[in-house]
């Protein structure tokens, strides 16, 4: 089985704080991904990695960095975390452009920053 | 931009009654489709998808068929049960591109 797995499931943060949430997959995927979940508007993409050290902005890349060092740990970095950064973050990874191919989630972190 | 709409929910109802969730998208082409179900306190789970027009997805007795005239994707169950509580989200996929883009979720709340 795919396993995507984030090493923080609850996290409690102060403002101002540098935050760091890690991912890693054991499939090889080329794809990873960092999500963001928050009542009423469902999931939206932060960023994606489709390769080592390789990047792109999401819908809503404010205030947040990544770092692919190595194909198997996608990070997410909150440089200076802010009370509105409070939600659950979804790390997912896929293979690449495979039609229909399906992207597997890991159990999320729960992020307040207080 | 693409998007794909959702049902409100909470959706509720009681054991062994029947489940639809409507789900439509805007992306020109062929898509990719899929249901994807979160239960308390854990990520997503695939529950079934599609990919081209008039494949119908199944799992767990859930079903959805990809219906390319009315861009929808509806998810529908026969008999739903208390586990199938859980937070339903659609999501297509553009062909050539390998991000998903979500539904706003459906709450479903089966009580026995």
């Known amino acids: 089985d795919v396993k995507v797995t984030q090493s923080s499931r609850y996290l409690v943060k102060r403002t101002g704080e540098k935050v760091f949430l890690e991912c890693v997959q054991d499939m090889d995927h080329e794809n990873m991904f960092w999500y963001r979940q928050d009542p009423g508007l469902g999931l939206r993409l932060i960023y994606f990695?489709?390769?080592?050290?390789?990047?792109e902005k999401g819908d809503i890349p404010e205030g947040y960095s990544v770092s692919r060092e190595k194909k198997e740990r996608f990070s997410l970095i909150l440089e200076s975390a802010s009370t509105n950064q409070t939600s659950m973050y979804l790390c997912?990874?896929?293979?690449?452009?495979?039609?229909?191919?399906?992207?597997?989630f890991g159990e999320g972190s729960w992020l307040t920053v207080v | 931009g693409d998007s794909v709409t959702q049902m409100e929910g909470p959706v509720t109802l009681s054991e062994e009654a029947f489940l639809t969730i409507n789900c439509t998208y805007t992306a020109t082409g062929y898509p990719s489709l899929f249901w994807y179900v979160q239960y308390p306190g854990e990520g997503l789970q695939l529950l079934l998808k599609a990919t081209k027009a008039d494949d119908k997805g199944s799992n767990k007795g859930f079903e959805a068929t990809y219906r390319k005239e009315t861009t929808s994707f509806h998810l529908e169950k026969g008999s739903v049960q208390v586990s199938d509580s859980a937070v339903y989200f659609c999501a297509e996929k553009r062909p050539n591109t390998d991000k998903l883009i979500f539904g706003t979720g459906t709450r479903l709340q089966v009580f026995p």
């Open positions: 997912a990874s896929s293979q690449r452009q495979f039609r229909g191919d399906t992207i597997y």
């Open positions: 990695s489709y390769d080592v050290k390789m990047k």
